[in-house]
């Protein structure tokens, strides 16, 4: 038997392998919404206590995963040829899950991140990777956007500063006109949690995340930022099964509420003659 892959991650990569969790224990359900077979040969290979850290596996994170598939799929049936940009990557599958054997994709991560991505992932001239911030610009650089550009973040803008969210979406709109972007936020209430210490179990805290946004204040905050935007379109997060498809799509049907949760969040960029 091979011996498996002991990782030694801290704070914020670290979270990796919590949405890896949730996405694993969705593949691995015969009733499951996500089918990702390299995810669970990733997650079987790694040896590490993700209930310890993360509890059982919810599939909130798996849902995300989905969601976030459909848009860019949709993109790519119009850009088949397109150019994906994953900021914040870490271990997801989603270009293994999304590859139509034409398309481009540049995942970008912090190097320790990058390297344990390689362990499990090989990449190639179409399938690329750089280990560098999403907060260094190079990254763009790498990025052909004459077939169009899609730019998704996963799991990452909470763990920024807001001012560098706002640079980074303002960058973003003026490199790459027509672009489309994809990412999630939490609401105010919950970064304040994480900014005095949660705990996701005993034995794992969540590092801080200070980026914080109410659904309601997301349209106007991002154009505001960047008046170039076309469209910004809010998806909610929505439960396949047990208490929470009731429990939770019905918080998500009740106005104040639903302004205080997780939101997925499309942006359309205009074009620069716009
Ligand atoms: C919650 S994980 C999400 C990973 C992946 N997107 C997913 O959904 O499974 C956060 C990721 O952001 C990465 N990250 C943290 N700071 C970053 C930065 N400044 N630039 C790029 N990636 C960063 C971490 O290494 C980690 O892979």
Known sequence: ???????????????????????????????????????????????????????????SLAIRAVEMDRSIRAWLATHPDGFVVSLGEGLE??????????????????PEAVAIRERFLTPNERLMHFPVSAMDRAWMDRVDASKGVFIVAQGLFMYFEEDDVRRLIVDIAERFPGAELLFDTIPRWLSRRTLKGLHRTRAYQ???????????????????????????????????????????????????????LPALVHVRFAERSV
């Open 93 to 110: 599958t989603q270009a293994q899950r999304l590859d139509n054997g034409r398309l481009r994709w540049l995942s970008v991560d912090l």
């Open 1 to 59: 038997m091979q011996t498996r892959y002991v990782p030694n991650l801290t704070g914020i990569p670290e979270t990796m392998l919590w949405t890896l969790h949730s996405r694993a224990g969705e593949a691995k359900r015969p009733d499951g919404v996500l089918k990702d077979a390299e995810a669970l040969r990733i997650y079987g290979a790694i040896d590490y206590d993700f209930e310890k850290s993360f509890g059982r596996a919810e599939p």
């Open 206 to 260: 969540v590092p801080p995340m200070p980026w914080g946004i109410n659904r309601d204040a997301l349209e106007a905050t991002l154009r505001r930022w960047a008046p170039r935007i076309r469209q910004v379109e809010l998806k909610p997060y929505t439960f396949p099964r047990g208490f929470f498809r009731y429990g939770y799509n019905g918080l998500n049907m009740l106005p104040w509420v639903k302004e205080r």
